[in-house]
């Protein structure tokens, strides 16, 4: 059981004391229990200098005349909500340091907010926009999605060059990023767009490095293809 799943099952230890009859003292078995585990929880994961498990301290009861009551037991459970969110954020902030900066700039804080089909529909959006701004800038013409991929980067006359087009393997490595852009448009950018969909956050994590990778595709297709934004 990982550190996430133990404060779920400390969460419902809670809920399931304040359904018992009568006054839950420091000597009812099912209290005992799980005071047990909560204190061995805390300082295995080391969150006895926190916040969170002082408000919680606060709220156990040790003396044999004293008994759990509502308000206790609900303050209790707010801290290990917030005690769930700080171990979900050691979880998962180490992936963000290989995020593209303008991705993360529009994704994360809808990330954090749990709101994973936005932030993966913005991180799309923004691939677009970028592309859409260099297409009208040094070509003229506005394209949208898919369309708009295959114009930047096509095999015959690219806007951004990702690998030169001279050999056969340089042609396949465009012509594959250029599907790879025009398939995310069409598979990934316009499903989250127009529908109502919901993703898991592993989902939301990949999906957030294949439009990382892209998003660094431009940078060196730009370098390459000696382009200003």
Same mark, same amino acid.
């Given at each position: 059981?990982?550190?996430?799943?133990?404060?779920?099952?400390?969460?419902?230890?809670?809920?399931?004391?304040?359904?018992?009859?009568?006054?839950?003292?420091?000597?009812?078995?099912?209290?005992?229990?799980?005071?047990?585990?909560?204190?061995?929880?805390?300082?295995?994961?080391?969150?006895?200098?926190?916040?969170?498990?002082?408000?919680?301290?606060?709220?156990?009861?040790?003396?044999?005349?004293?008994?759990?009551?509502?308000?206790?037991?609900?303050?209790?459970?707010?801290?290990?909500?917030?005690?769930?969110?700080? =171990?979900?954020?050691?979880?998962? #902030?180490?992936?963000? !340091?290989? @995020?593209?900066?303008? %991705?993360? $700039?529009?994704? +994360?804080?809808?990330?954090?907010?749990? =709101?994973?089909?936005?932030?993966? #529909?913005?991180?799309? !959006?923004? @691939?677009?926009?970028? %592309?859409? $701004?260099?297409? +009208?800038?040094?070509?003229?013409?506005?394209?949208?999605?898919?369309?708009?991929?295959?114009?930047?980067?096509?095999?015959?006359?690219?806007?951004?060059?990702?690998?030169?087009?001279?050999?056969?393997?340089?042609?396949?490595?465009?012509?594959?990023?250029?599907?790879?852009?025009?398939?995310?448009?069409?598979?990934?950018?316009?499903?989250?767009?127009?529908?109502?969909?919901?993703?898991?956050?592993?989902?939301?994590?990949?999906?957030?490095?294949?439009?990382?990778?892209?998003?660094?595709?431009?940078?060196?297709?730009?370098?390459?293809?000696?382009?200003?934004?």
């Amino acid at each position: 059981m990982d550190a996430i799943q133990e404060v779920d099952s400390l969460t419902k230890m809670v809920r399931e004391l304040q359904k018992i009859p009568g006054r839950i003292e420091c000597t009812t078995p099912q209290y005992r229990d799980f005071h047990d585990k909560l204190t061995t929880f805390i300082y295995q994961h080391h969150f006895d200098e926190t916040e969170e498990w002082k408000i919680i301290k606060n709220n156990l009861i040790y003396r044999l005349n004293d008994y759990l009551v509502t308000g206790e037991a609900d303050r209790i459970l707010v801290q290990l909500e917030n005690i769930k969110r700080l =171990l979900l954020t050691r979880k998962y #902030e180490s992936f963000w !340091k290989y @995020i593209h900066p303008e %991705i993360s $700039k529009v994704t +994360k804080d809808r990330f954090a907010g749990e =709101l994973y089909a936005d932030s993966i #529909e913005a991180a799309f !959006k923004e @691939i677009n926009s970028r %592309i859409k $701004k260099l297409v +009208k800038k040094h070509r003229n013409v506005e394209y949208d999605g898919a369309d708009l991929m295959r114009t930047c980067f096509s095999e015959k006359n690219p806007l951004l060059t990702i690998s030169e087009t001279k050999t056969e393997s340089g042609r396949n490595i465009q012509k594959g990023y250029m599907e790879m852009f025009a398939g995310a448009m069409i598979g990934i950018r316009n499903p989250k767009a127009h529908a109502n969909m919901t993703i898991s956050k592993e989902d939301a994590i990949r999906e957030l490095h294949f439009a990382s990778l892209l998003m660094y595709k431009i940078d060196q297709a730009i370098q390459n293809s000696n382009v200003r934004e």
